[in-house]
């Protein structure tokens, strides 16, 4: 994989121009780092609603709901070879974007599409927005392929489902009184993060779920662009409201690349595409 990545850095490093932007110029560098850390300030978001969540899990669809109803179905065994990335990614970002993609969140480039062309399914990791330009700085004021100033204005915001009884550290989540619950009734993970973005569907319309390898989380990708920003962030608020991991309001956040595998192997099962509802040039 990390080859890959390699061959990938030797190739369309061409300076690039503006991709779905008002305006076809690239982007400007801030005036100081305090202006670049000022204009990407978090808004705070809104507690967890369990009462809400448990009464949508249960009357949602399950996983096998969601794929019969797919337009595209690809295959589901995550031990196949065969992979569906390329095309899922030409239709989500049609043209020769920049791409910022990578091994890890240590290990990573922007690239034309058409560099990465026949990489990315062995890449776990992709910013979900294009970029405007190779590189940009970080909030360290650091040069960097993977930035938030060089990511152009939001087109998808994807939306992560996670949850799990143990954090990080090891105690208790807020989420092990319904999981336990869950399981009790036979409602698996994935049947939970299926119905979150099922109903989350309804408000604006998803083009891919799919869901990670570890057999827990769901991601599901919205098209927001052209999107009033207040809108835009109603509807992350709204996913925060019903579990979502709030760190994807960052545009440049890295999110698990759909049909890609993981650094074990695994591939990111889709369970639904719709192209239809991805962006139109």
């Known amino acids: 994989m990390d080859r890959k990545l390699k061959v990938a850095l030797t190739k369309g490093s061409r300076k690039g121009r503006g991709y779905l932007l008002d305006a076809n110029a690239d982007i400007p560098a801030p005036e100081s780092v305090a202006a670049l850390l000022s204009s990407s300030a978090s808004p705070?978001?809104?507690?967890?609603?369990l009462d809400a969540i448990d009464a949508i899990v249960r009357s949602g669809p399950h996983c096998y709901d969601v794929w019969e109803s797919s337009p595209v179905r690809f295959e589901t065994d995550a031990l196949k070879e065969l992979s569906h990335t390329e095309e899922i990614i030409d239709a989500a970002f049609p043209g020769d974007p920049y791409l910022c993609a990578g091994s890890n969140a240590w290990l990573f480039a922007t690239r034309r599409r058409t560099a990465w062309r026949g990489l990315l399914s062995e890449m776990p990791l992709i910013a979900p927005n294009p970029m405007v330009a190779v590189s940009g700085l970080t909030r360290e004021g650091k040069a960097s392929q993977h930035t938030l100033q060089a990511t152009a204005r939001r087109v998808y915001q994807v939306v992560e489902f996670d949850f799990a009884e143990t954090d990080r550290t090891g105690k208790p989540t807020i989420w092990v009184p319904l999981i336990r619950c869950w399981k009790a009734d036979c409602i698996s993970l994935l049947d939970v993060s299926v119905a979150l973005s099922y109903y989350l569907a309804k408000r604006l319309p998803s083009w891919l779920l799919f869901l990670s390898s570890g057999g827990k989380s769901g991601h599901s990708w919205f098209l927001v662009r052209g999107l009033p920003?207040?809108?835009?962030?109603?509807?992350?608020?709204?996913?925060?409201?019903?579990?979502a991991d709030p760190q994807l309001w960052t545009r440049s956040q890295f999110v698990r690349m759909p049909d890609g595998r993981r650094e074990n192997g695994r591939r990111q099962t889709c369970f639904y595409f719709n192209p239809e509802n991805c962006v139109v040039l």
């Open 44 to 49: 705070k978001w809104p507690a967890p609603d």
């Open 229 to 243: 920003i207040c809108e835009q962030r109603a509807f992350i608020a709204e996913a925060v409201r019903l579990g």
